[in-house]
Structure formats: structure tokens, C-alpha cells
């Protein structure tokens, strides 16, 4: 007898969760590999979801979320400048990621096809394909900066593109699309009437230029659907809370199928996410942390013969080009897992055009972020010397 559906057959383990698994049965292990803040989340907030467990917010909220939450959303940062209407155009979710699969779940038909960066976070690729569509890469390189280029977008559009998503700071290359390049995108979105899903989980860190938001530009706050959460800009990863922001059209169903999925955000989470949003500057904090680590990795980069990178412009990876060990992306990262107890996500990870580079995620402590580099070195002097 035939049980799991044929969606939950085609359903497997992502490489970086196998990395994981295998660090965890060793010892000393310096992890580079979770895109994830180390860090706690601030007091404050801690002591804002408190105050409302005492004060009886135990309860479920409407399946949009609290209106003092989606209000709070709509006066915060980029979507700020929105204007999004908290009433009818937010929806709070279960995480980013959430807000992701309930978009997708009500856009997606089978074989519409989404048109997705290459390297790119592969969860949206499970994503499409687990609601019956077809994720189509969008190779982006090195020697552009692993920014998406509106011209190869073009070139893998065809009469079943539905939409492009685009993810700016970049999982996992650190790439911030510029405002030049967001025009064209968002011209031939509008040509080829598309929408955008713009995952923008780490527009609040940037190390160069704010990053621009595509819904803002013009004849885009239509056609785009906001995707974020306060995971990474105040350390709320386990908080699972997100939401998405778009179209009143779009949003209206998302609800209902949250009501099916979900029910809810929780609620406790919900209180805290409103003083978060409302104290801009406990993110702030965690932006000077991540800038001074940033600084760090590439210093400890620069001192490695053999390996070169594009400077991370914002998030907080870098993904260094590891071709001149004449191994693949998988076999150097588990080689240095084995041999130096480090963890590093292969680039082929996130797709075709990742293979050759590997992700580093300065999500760890100062001391453990020089420790693991000087592993690092040691480990590629020794392939070098073996390949001499």
C-alpha cells in the first residue's frame, strides 16, 4: 500500500541539515555552517513576551495576526516607506518561511514556473516544487557580484512564468542588488506582467548602500510581495515569527489558508515582535556586531593562498571561490569537517553555480571566527602541499 503522497516522496534532507548531523558526533567543532545569530535575543524583548504571558495573551489571535502586530509591521523600516495597509495588505505567519509556503500555496498551479537565483537558498526550490511548480535557475557569477541580472531573467521567461523571486541581502552569497539593477528587473517584471517575491529577511544588514526594496519602485507595490521576518535583524530565530506584506488580492487568501494550516502566529511571539519593531535600535546592535565580524572573516580570507571571494555587501556569509583545490565543493567541506572540525556549507548546495565555492556564516564568536580561520588556512596549506 502506497501511503505518502507522491509530493512527501520527492521531499529530502537538505545538504546543510546533513553537515549538521555529521558535526554533531565530533568534537571541537566551529560551526560557519548556520545562517543563524548566536546571540540571544535582547532582554527587552524577552521581557516584553513575559509581560504579555502575565497579562493573559494566551489566547489565538485572528488568523492575520494582531492588528497591533501588523501595525507595528507597517511602521517598521523599509515597510515603512510602503505604506502597507495593516488591515488589508499584512499577514503575520509562523516565520518567513510561513509567509513563503502560504504565498506560494495560493499563486503556485502545477507546471507555473518560478523563476528563482542561482546560488540561491534551496528551500524556495522545495517550496515551488512541493506546491506543483517548477523552480527555473537564474545563473548569476562571481564576476558580477552574484547579483541577479535583469537580462538573464528575460531569457528564462516563457508563457508559464508566473513570477521571480528575488532575495537581496543574499542567502548565501552576502550580494546586495543595487537600485540600478532592481529598475531593470522591475521593467521587465512589468513587461511580461510577472510578480516578485522579495525576500528581504536581511535588509537590515547592509555594510555599503541600504539596500532598496523593488515593491517601492515604480508600478511595483502591485506586483510584489514583501517576505520577512525578526529572526535575523533582532536575533529571533526560534521565535518563528515572519510576515508578508502585498497586494490586498494576495493577501486575502493567504489568510484563509493560514486559517487551514496554522490557525495563527503565536501569540506570545506576537506581543514581543511589537516591541522589537517599535525599538529599531536592539537591531541596530546586532548590525554593529555582524560588521565587525565581517571584517574579521575577510582579513582571515586574505591571508589564505588560493582562495578568493566577492566582499559581502550585506546578510552576514561570505562564499569564498575554492576552484584552485581541484576538489569539489562537497569534497572540501567535508574534508575540513573531518580533518579540522569545521563547518562550512559546499556551495553546489544552493544550486549548479554554486559548485566551486563554499558558504561561511559568521554567525559565531569572535574567538571561534579566528580559530576557525587559522583551521581553515592550516587546511589548505596542507591540500596545496599535497598537490604539490
Same mark, same amino acid.
Given at each position: 500500500?502506497v501511503?505518502?503522497s507522491?509530493?512527501?516522496r520527492?521531499?529530502?534532507?537538505?545538504?546543510?541539515?546533513?553537515m549538521f548531523?555529521?558535526a554533531a558526533?565530533?568534537?571541537?567543532v566551529?560551526?560557519?555552517g548556520?545562517?543563524?545569530?548566536?546571540?540571544?535575543?535582547?532582554?527587552?524583548?524577552?521581557?516584553?513576551?513575559?509581560?504579555?504571558?502575565?497579562?493573559g495573551?494566551t489566547?489565538?489571535?485572528p488568523?492575520?495576526?494582531?492588528?497591533?502586530?501588523?501595525?507595528?509591521v507597517?511602521e517598521?523600516?523599509?515597510?515603512?516607506?510602503?505604506?502597507?495597509?495593516?488591515?488589508?495588505?499584512?499577514?503575520?505567519?509562523?516565520?518567513?518561511?510561513?509567509?513563503?509556503?502560504?504565498?506560494?500555496?495560493?499563486?503556485v498551479?502545477?507546471?507555473?514556473?518560478?523563476?528563482?537565483q542561482d546560488p540561491?537558498?534551496?528551500?524556495y526550490a522545495?517550496?515551488?516544487r512541493f506546491?506543483?511548480?517548477v523552480?527555473v535557475?537564474?545563473?548569476?557569477s562571481?564576476?558580477?557580484g552574484?547579483?541577479?541580472q535583469?537580462?538573464?531573467?528575460?531569457q528564462?521567461?516563457?508563457?508559464?512564468?508566473?513570477?521571480?523571486?528575488?532575495?537581496?541581502?543574499?542567502?548565501?552569497?552576502?550580494?546586495?542588488?543595487?537600485?540600478?539593477?532592481?529598475?531593470?528587473?522591475?521593467?521587465?517584471?512589468?513587461?511580461?506582467?510577472?510578480?516578485?517575491?522579495?525576500?528581504?529577511?536581511?535588509?537590515?544588514?547592509?555594510?555599503t548602500?541600504k539596500?532598496?526594496?523593488?515593491?517601492?519602485?515604480?508600478?511595483?507595490?502591485?506586483?510584489?510581495?514583501?517576505?520577512?521576518?525578526?529572526s535575523?535583524?533582532?536575533?529571533m530565530?526560534?521565535w518563528?515569527l515572519?510576515?508578508?506584506?502585498?497586494?490586498?488580492?494576495?493577501?486575502s487568501?493567504?489568510v484563509?489558508?493560514?486559517?487551514?494550516?496554522?490557525?495563527?502566529?503565536n501569540s506570545?511571539?506576537?506581543?514581543?515582535?511589537v516591541y522589537?519593531?517599535?525599538?529599531p535600535?536592539? =537591531?541596530?546592535t546586532?548590525?554593529?556586531?555582524f560588521?565587525q565580524? *565581517?571584517?574579521?572573516?575577510? &582579513?582571515?580570507?586574505?591571508? !589564505? #593562498? +588560493?582562495?578568493?571571494?566577492?566582499?559581502?555587501?550585506?546578510?552576514?556569509?561570505?562564499?569564498?571561490?575554492?576552484? =584552485?583545490?581541484?576538489?569539489?565543493s562537497y569534497?572540501?567541506?567535508? *574534508?575540513?569537517?573531518?580533518? &579540522?572540525h569545521?563547518?562550512? !556549507? #559546499? +556551495?553546489s548546495?544552493?544550486?549548479?553555480?554554486?559548485?566551486?565555492?563554499?558558504?561561511?556564516?559568521?554567525?559565531? =564568536?569572535e574567538d571561534?571566527l579566528?580559530e576557525?580561520?587559522?583551521?581553515?588556512?592550516?587546511?589548505?596549506e596542507a591540500?596545496?602541499?599535497?598537490?604539490?
Amino acid at each position: 500500500m502506497v501511503v505518502l503522497s507522491k509530493r512527501a516522496r520527492n521531499l529530502h534532507q537538505g545538504a546543510i541539515r546533513a553537515m549538521f548531523d555529521k558535526a554533531a558526533t565530533m568534537d571541537r567543532v566551529i560551526s560557519m555552517g548556520i545562517g543563524e545569530p548566536d546571540m540571544a535575543t535582547p532582554m527587552p524583548i524577552c521581557e516584553a513576551a513575559a509581560m504579555a504571558l502575565r497579562n493573559g495573551q494566551t489566547h489565538y489571535t485572528p488568523n492575520a495576526g494582531t492588528l497591533e502586530c501588523r501595525q507595528a509591521v507597517s511602521e517598521w523600516g523599509n515597510i515603512k516607506e510602503l505604506h502597507f495597509d495593516s488591515r488589508s495588505e499584512i499577514i503575520i505567519t509562523p516565520g518567513g518561511m510561513g509567509a513563503l509556503s502560504l504565498l506560494l500555496s495560493v499563486i503556485v498551479e502545477e507546471g507555473v514556473e518560478i523563476l528563482i537565483q542561482d546560488p540561491q537558498w534551496l528551500n524556495y526550490a522545495s517550496q515551488v516544487r512541493f506546491f506543483g511548480g517548477v523552480p527555473v535557475p537564474v545563473p548569476t557569477s562571481a564576476e558580477k557580484g552574484f547579483v541577479i541580472q535583469a537580462a538573464d531573467i528575460e531569457q528564462k521567461i516563457t508563457e508559464k512564468t508566473k513570477a521571480i523571486m528575488l532575495n537581496s541581502p543574499n542567502n548565501p552569497t552576502g550580494a546586495v542588488i543595487p537600485e540600478k539593477e532592481l529598475r531593470k528587473i522591475a521593467e521587465v517584471a512589468i513587461r511580461h506582467d510577472l510578480l516578485v517575491i522579495s525576500d528581504e529577511v536581511y535588509n537590515t544588514l547592509y555594510y555599503t548602500e541600504k539596500p532598496v526594496s523593488i515593491s517601492a519602485l515604480p508600478g511595483m507595490k502591485d506586483r510584489t510581495i514583501v517576505i520577512n521576518s525578526l529572526s535575523k535583524a533582532f536575533a529571533m530565530t526560534g521565535w518563528r515569527l515572519g510576515f508578508a506584506a502585498g497586494p490586498a488580492e494576495i493577501i486575502s487568501k493567504m489568510v484563509p489558508a493560514q486559517e487551514n494550516i496554522s490557525a495563527c502566529a503565536n501569540s506570545i511571539a506576537q506581543a514581543a515582535a511589537v516591541y522589537a519593531l517599535h525599538h529599531p535600535e536592539l =537591531s541596530e546592535t546586532l548590525h554593529t556586531v555582524f560588521q565587525q565580524r *565581517r571584517r574579521i572573516v575577510m &582579513e582571515g580570507l586574505d591571508a !589564505i #593562498p +588560493g582562495i578568493s571571494y566577492c566582499e559581502p555587501d550585506g546578510a552576514f556569509y561570505v562564499f569564498p571561490n575554492i576552484k =584552485s583545490f581541484r576538489m569539489t565543493s562537497y569534497e572540501f567541506c567535508n *574534508r575540513l569537517l573531518e580533518e &579540522e572540525h569545521v563547518v562550512c !556549507i #559546499p +556551495g553546489s548546495a544552493f544550486g549548479q553555480a554554486g559548485e566551486g565555492y563554499m558558504r561561511m556564516a559568521y554567525t559565531c =564568536s569572535e574567538d571561534e571566527l579566528v580559530e576557525g580561520l587559522q583551521r581553515i588556512k592550516r587546511f589548505c596549506e596542507a591540500i596545496r602541499g599535497n598537490q604539490a
